[in-house]
C-alpha cells in the first residue's frame, strides 16, 4: 500500500522477531509504521524482559501520540525531538517509580517524511540508512556506544572494537538519565530514495554492503525485510531483530544503478566481523571476557560517565606493546611529555619571580597602582524562560507540594476563582503538568486543553513552545489511560473466568 504525500507517494515494510536467543523469551523491540502520517520508527528496549519491553514501547506510543496530534505548519523537528524527550522522562519517572523498571531504558530511530523533506531523531545504538537513487548508501545516524565513540575518537580502531569487551555499552538512551540530548537531522530527499531504519540486531550480523545490496536488487520492500531475517537466522540470531524499509516516490531498478559503486559512506569506516567458532563462518559477536553473551544494548550509561577499571584494562590490553607504530607513539608521547615538563618548570620561575618581587616594597608601590574598591553589580532581574525552567523543575521535584502552595498563590494573583481560570498560558501547563505526575489525570487534561486554548488566543513563540508541551502532556495521559484500561480489562477477565472443572468419575 501507498499513501500520497504532496505528489511523492510513500511504500513501506516492517518486521519485528524475537531471534533465537533462548535467554531473550520476549521480543523487546518496537517499531512504529504509519504511512498516512508519514512517521516511522524502531525502539530497542534496554533491562532485560518486561522491563525493557515497557520501555520502548512507551517510547513509540509517546511518539505516536505527538503526530496524532500534530497541527498543519507545525515545525516537525521541534515536535519530534520534544516527543523524544517526553517519552525520556515518562520512561525514567516509571524507572524511579518502580522497583522492577530500575534499569529500564531504550533506543530509538525515527524518520518523518513529508513530500521530499526527511527529519530523523535518534538516540542510542539503532540505526537509520539511506539510500540515494545513484546507489549510494549514507548512514545518516552515528552509534551512541563507547567502542564506537573511542573510533570516532580515534583511540581505538574497528578491528578492536570488534572483539571489545564493551562493545554492548550504549553511551545514551532513554530513561537511563533525567533528560537526553537527541541527534536531529532535516535535509531534502531525491525522488527514488529508500530508508532503513533498524535495531542493533540486524546491524550486528548484517554489514553496510550487505544492506545496500540487497536495497539495491530487490524492490519488494518485504522481501527485503523477510531476507535481513533470513541471514540473521543464518548467523545465530542472539537478540531481538527489528526493520523498517520505506520508498518515497519511484522504484529504481538495479538496471538504473551505477554499475560501478563506491564504499557505503557512514560516520566510521566498514563494519568489521569477528571471528566465531559458527561452522567456520564469521559473525559478529558480543562476549564478555568469560564468554557469556551480552546482549546489543542490555546495558545503557551516561556519556559523561567516568569509564570503570574493568574498561581501561580491557582498552589496555588491546595495545600491542611489540607493534612498531604502538613503539612510535609511545615515543612520541614522551617528547610531548617532556616538553611539558619545560613549560611547567618556566611556568614555576615566573611565579616564583612575580612573589619574590612582591615582597619587595619600593617595587611593589611602583609596579602596583591602587586598586579601586570594587563595584557590586545589581542582581539582574530573572529572565521568564529561566524562571518557568525553575519552575518545571520544582513541579518535577514535588508536585504535591507545588500544588499545596502554587495554586493558592495564583488565584491571589491573577484574581480567578479556579486554577483552571487562569490567564497564564505557563501556569496552566505547570498545573497540568503537576497533576499529572500527581495521578489526577482529568484535572491534568483539562489544565492542558486551558494552556492550548490561551496560547492559540495570544501567539507567541513562548506560548507556542508551551502549547507543543501541552499536547505531549495530553499523548501522555491518553498512553497511561489506555493502560488503565488494559489492567482494568485483564483484571475483569481473571474475575470472570470459569472455574476449571474438579469433576472426578465417581466409582462403580
Known amino acids: 500500500m501507498s499513501e500520497d504525500r504532496n505528489t511523492l507517494t510513500v511504500k513501506s515494510s516492517a518486521l519485528s522477531d524475537r531471534g533465537l536467543n533462548e535467554r531473550r523469551p520476549l521480543n523487546e523491540d518496537a517499531f512504529l509504521h504509519d504511512r498516512a502520517r508519514g512517521i516511522f520508527a524502531v525502539a530497542d528496549g534496554v533491562g532485560g524482559a518486561e522491563a525493557g519491553e515497557v520501555a520502548s514501547q512507551t517510547a513509540i506510543e509517546v511518539l505516536d501520540e505527538a503526530f496524532r496530534h500534530q497541527e498543519e505548519g507545525s515545525d516537525v523537528e521541534d515536535l519530534m525531538e520534544l516527543a523524544i524527550q517526553r517519552a525520556n522522562a515518562s520512561i525514567h519517572q516509571m524507572a524511579q517509580d518502580h522497583a522492577k523498571f530500575s534499569m529500564m531504558a531504550t533506543t530509538i530511530v525515527a524518520l518523518h517524511l513529508k513530500g521530499n523533506v526527511a527529519t530523523f531523531g535518534h538516540v542510542g545504538d539503532s540505526r537509520l540508512y539511506r539510500l540515494a537513487p545513484d546507489g549510494q548508501l549514507h548512514r545518516e545516524t552515528e552509534d551512541h556506544s563507547i567502542v564506537e565513540e573511542e573510533v570516532r575518537a580515534g583511540r581505538m580502531t574497528p578491528e578492536q572494537a570488534a572483539n571489545h569487551p564493551s562493545k554492548n555499552v550504549i553511551s545514551r538512551a532513554l530513561g537511563a538519565e533525567q533528560g537526553v540530548e537527541v541527534d536531529m537531522k532535516t535535509m531534502e530527499v531525491e525522488d527514488g530514495t529508500q530508508f532503513l531504519l533498524c535495531t ?94 551480552v546482549s546489543g544494548s542490555r546495558i545503557a550509561i551516561p556519556a559523561t560517565a567516568p569509564a570503570t577499571a574493568a574498561q581501561m584494562e580491557a582498552n589496555h590490553s588491546t595495545l600491542n ?108 501547563y505547570l498545573y497540568g503538568r503537576a497533576n499529572l505526575l500527581s495521578g489526577n489525570t482529568d484535572e491534568a487534561s483539562k489544565a492542558f486543553d486551558a494552556a492550548i486554548a490561551k496560547a492559540d488566543a495570544n501567539p507567541s513563540p513562548a506560548n507556542a513552545t508551551i502549547k507543543k508541551e501541552s499536547v505531549l502532556g495530553l499523548a501522555a495521559i491518553s498512553v497511561r489511560t489506555q493502560r488503565d484500561r488494559w489492567k482494568v480489562l485483564n483484571h475483569y477477565e481473571e474475575l470472570t473466568k470459569p472455574p476449571a472443572s474438579t469433576n472426578t468419575p465417581s466409582a462403580p
Open 200 to 293: 542493533d540486531g540486524i546491524t550486528r550480523h548484517i554489514s553496510d554492503n550487505e544492506i545496500r545490496q540487497l536495497l539495491v536488487i530487490n524492490n519488494d520492500l518485504d522481501e527485503v525485510c523477510r531476507e535481513l531475517k533470513r541471514r540473521c537466522y543464518e548467523r545465530g540470531a542472539e537478540d531481538n531483530l527489528t526493520v523498517v524499509v520505506v520508498r518515497v516516490g519511484r522504484e529504481v531498478h538495479a538496471s538504473e544503478r551505477l554499475t560501478e559503486l563506491e564504499p557505503t559512506i557512514t560516520p566510521e569506516s566498514q563494519p568489521v566481523y569477528a571471528a566465531a567458532q559458527n561452522g567456520g563462518q564469521q559473525t559478529v559477536v558480543g562476549t564478555q571476557p568469560n564468554g557469556s553473551y
Open 321 to 428: 606493546v611489540d607493534d612498531p607504530q604502538t613503539r612510535r607513539s609511545s615515543s612520541g608521547m614522551a617528547r610531548v611529555l617532556g616538553a611539558l615538563v619545560v613549560l611547567l618548570l618556566l611556568a614555576g620561575a615566573f611565579y616564583a619571580g612575580a612573589r619574590f618581587k612582591e615582597r619587595i616594597p619600593f617595587l611593589a608601590t611602583k609596579t602596583q597602582p591602587a586598586q579601586p574598591a570594587p563595584v557590586v553589580a545589581a542582581p539582574k532581574p530573572e529572565e521568564p524562560f529561566v524562571a518557568f525552567e525553575r519552575m518545571r523543575r520544582q513541579v518535577d521535584q514535588d508536585a504535591r507540594a507545588w500544588l499545596a502552595t502554587e495554586p493558592q498563590k495564583e488565584l491571589v494573583n491573577a484574581g480567578v476563582q479556579s486554577p483552571l481560570d487562569s490567564p497564564h498560558t505557563d501556569f496552566l
